[in-house]
């Protein structure tokens, strides 16, 4: 079991950039795959990005693809979400979760492919 925890959420403006932070403790992070998913308020949680676990990996929900960008510093047991041009259909509660399975793009997409949650931090575009 590792616990995951966010940060970086908050109010930005459409065409602004953020990043959000998942710190991670419990276990060695570099074993894990992790993932961040979103959650809009009323709809389903939804596949943001996936990376393997040691780094060289990366995939992307097709919405967020070219705007989005997910990193790991396995030194810092942290894992990044570099958001940038930001629109207010990605406001939403943004998870971090971490895996010991072996993900590729398919199943990092999964939300049951997962283990640990964190509590989700909240971002919120505005117009």
């Known amino acids: 079991q590792v616990h995951l925890e966010e940060s970086g959420g908050g109010l930005v403006q459409a065409g602004g950039s953020l990043t959000l932070a998942c710190a991670a403790s419990g276990r060695t992070f570099s074993s894990y795959s992790m993932g961040w998913f979103r959650q809009a308020a009323g709809k389903e949680r939804e596949f943001v990005a996936h990376?393997?676990?040691?780094?060289?990996?990366?995939y992307y929900a097709d919405s967020v693809k070219g705007r989005f960008t997910i990193s790991r510093d396995n030194s810092k047991n942290t894992m990044y979400l570099q958001m940038n041009s930001l629109k207010p259909e990605d406001t939403a509660a943004y998870y971090c979760?971490?895996?010991?399975?072996?993900?590729?793009?398919?199943?990092?997409?999964?939300?049951?492919?997962?283990?640990?949650w964190g509590q989700g931090t909240q971002v919120t575009v505005s117009s």
């Open positions: 979760a971490a895996s010991l399975r072996l993900l590729g793009e398919y199943g990092g997409s999964l939300i049951t492919s997962y283990d640990n």
């Open positions: 990376i393997t676990w040691n780094g060289l990996g990366t």
